[in-house]
């Protein structure tokens, strides 16, 4: 089983409507990142969050981490197209570890 | 820049052979983490290198599983006696080093690997 649960596993929504991704971890979240994965592609880099409460934003996707630091929120505003993926969440378990546990990824479909 | 390379992208191989996959990083990135995916879920963590040395080996999940990087740079993952629960894709990734406690790790494509 993952050590981070990802919900929804799986989101369909209307292009230009907004969404939200959650993140949850029974344990304190060390360095939680966000990262976004085309199918047959590698991960790439959206947003890192580290202090409790902190929140990042960059173009129309926001992330929140949240004061407890177990959990995670990816919001992107007035989806498009391009924003279609799969959306992985990854946290360091020990605080200066270098090693990433990942979720299970929410696959994301943005219908036109 | 060039980011982080794979070869080779797809690996079909038998029960039973011998198998290397291998990552080129960022050029002056110290840090580099080997990790493999199977279908539907998240990366899970194989090993990691600062510099030549495995700096924390505990994803390998058995002997059959090696990996090296002699002269700092580029890394070759080793997999023995493939078995076909090894099918996954193997992603490399590669960090600027331990300068500070967390860094972004950039990710290569990832090797898929099927074993007959």
């Known amino acids: 089983s993952q050590e981070l649960e990802q919900s929804p596993q799986s989101l369909i929504v209307q292009e230009g409507k907004n969404l939200t991704i959650n993140c949850t971890s029974s344990?304190?979240?060390?360095?939680l990142y966000w990262y976004k994965q085309k199918y047959g592609e590698g991960l790439i880099f959206l947003m890192m969050l580290q202090k409790g409460g902190e929140e990042k934003s960059h173009e129309k996707i926001t992330a929140k981490l949240d004061e407890k630091k177990q959990q995670s929120s990816l919001h992107i505003t007035a989806s498009q197209p391009s924003h279609a993926g799969i959306y992985l969440c990854g946290a360091a378990r020990i605080q200066g570890a270098q090693k990433l546990v990942f979720g299970q990824g929410t696959r994301l479909t943005i219908n036109p | 820049g060039a980011g982080v390379s794979q070869t080779p992208s797809n690996k079909v191989t038998e029960k039973g052979k011998y198998v290397e996959l291998r990552c080129d990083p960022i050029?002056?990135?110290?840090?580099l983490y080997w990790y493999r995916q199977s279908l539907g879920q998240g990366p899970e963590f194989l090993i990691y290198?600062?510099?030549?040395?495995?700096?924390?080996d505990s994803g390998l999940p058995n002997d059959r599983f090696f990996a090296v990087r002699p002269e700092g740079s580029v890394s070759t993952l080793k997999i023995q006696r493939t078995e076909r629960g090894d099918s996954a894709v193997y992603l490399c990734?590669?960090?600027?080093?331990?300068?500070?406690?967390?860094?972004?790790?950039?990710f290569g494509p990832g090797t898929r690997l099927t074993v007959l």
């Open positions: 344990k304190t979240l060390y360095g």
């Open positions: 290198f600062q510099g030549t040395g495995a700096a924390d």
């Open positions: 050029s002056g990135h110290t840090a």
């Open positions: 990734a590669s960090s600027p080093g331990a300068t500070s406690s967390y860094n972004e790790q950039f």
